[in-house]
């Protein structure tokens, strides 16, 4: 059989992209290595932009989302014991929407396979790539019922996230930059409801913390740690001390505590493949970018990519127009640049403060203070914060 487009990976990427070419009627087949229900409910994101919303709303994806997802119009730091709200909503117009991501896949699914008829497969192993730069692509993969299967594709979505395998088909003249900010975060779900209507941030000399609102029930938490730290190091009680500790702030009452359902260390750090493409492969999401969750941006860019990318196949598929296909990686690094940058700057303010190092918590201080005092650096965190940049 040959397919138009075969999508590898059912993350945010992969089933945005299902779903705006089955709208088109383009045929397309999704392969995703875990269950449905695992993917339904690994909880990762929680954070996106309005424009994001936008583009899932003008494709109809967005339903469910805009009925139960929560606006946010500020966030709060939380510095030397007191708090510095930045209401960005005032200083941009925009809002941030808290959805958590295993929501959004779960909506996703429901509409690529139950209604616009999309074909899936999960449960899939060892999907390879064959000829992307021949006339002949073709992805091979082992299907849940044990059998070998090849289909020929004329193009292939590469949405398999950071640790997927389509990325490594790219030849040796494609560059990958990484960036390693030697810092853990002890990321956390507590069964706990939010301790502030807002994002928080807490700088302190002990180390960043953060507070992220996901549902009524379910608050994420972030604890800085040593990278490769053991998440063992941290029994319940001694998180709560140092998020209490990191996040106190006079005329706040402490963090509403609860049990913690998940505790795992992540080592902080990030890459961009250039190219994103490369002959058939079209690379989207995490599979190309990988952002550590400090601005909350890596779902936000799976969208941004995903939508450049059906609107560049559905323009060549349906019109042969190829301007979509040839400008995609450029058009995207764009965003992925401007936000990696963001990262880099937002990072410094989250760790300078508990670096040792004087001089970065000197110019930590500075920058705080400048964030805090000036209007005009406000809303230019704002804008960034939110994703409303130029580069868009
Ligand atoms: P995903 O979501 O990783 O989906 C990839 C899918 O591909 C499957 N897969 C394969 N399938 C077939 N063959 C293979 N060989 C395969 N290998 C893997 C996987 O099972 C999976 O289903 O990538 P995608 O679609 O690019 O989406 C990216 C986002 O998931 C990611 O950027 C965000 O979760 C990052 N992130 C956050 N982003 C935000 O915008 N806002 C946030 O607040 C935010 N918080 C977070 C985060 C990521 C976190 N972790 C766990 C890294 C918080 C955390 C803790």
Redesign the pocket.
Known sequence: PRLPVVI???????LTLGNILRAASIDCLV????TRAF?EQRP?????EEWAVRGLEERGLAGPLLARAERHSACEFRFAGRPHRIPYHELTGRHHWVYP?QLLVTDLVREYADVRGGAIEFE?RD?RLHGMDSGKPAVSYTAGDGRRRLVGADFVAG???????TRTVLPDWAKTSRHDYGVGWL?LLAEAPASADCVLFGVHPRGFAGH?PRSPEVT?YYLQCPPGDDPENWPQDRVWAELQERLAATGRPPLTEGPLIEKRV?DLHNHVVEPMAFGRLFL????AHL?A?IA???????LHDAFLLADALIAYLTEGDITGLSGYSDACLRRVWDYQEFSQWLSDVYHGASSGDPYRAGTTLARLRRLFDSPTAAGAFAEQYLGETPAG
């Open positions: 590898v990976g059912a993350g945010p990427a992969g392969l995703e290595t875990e993917i990762r994101a929680g954070v996106i991501q899939v999907v949405c398999d996230g950071a640790r997927g395998v990321a992220m994420r992540l989207a999401g995490d599979a952002t969750p909350a941006k890596g779902m936000n860019l799976a």
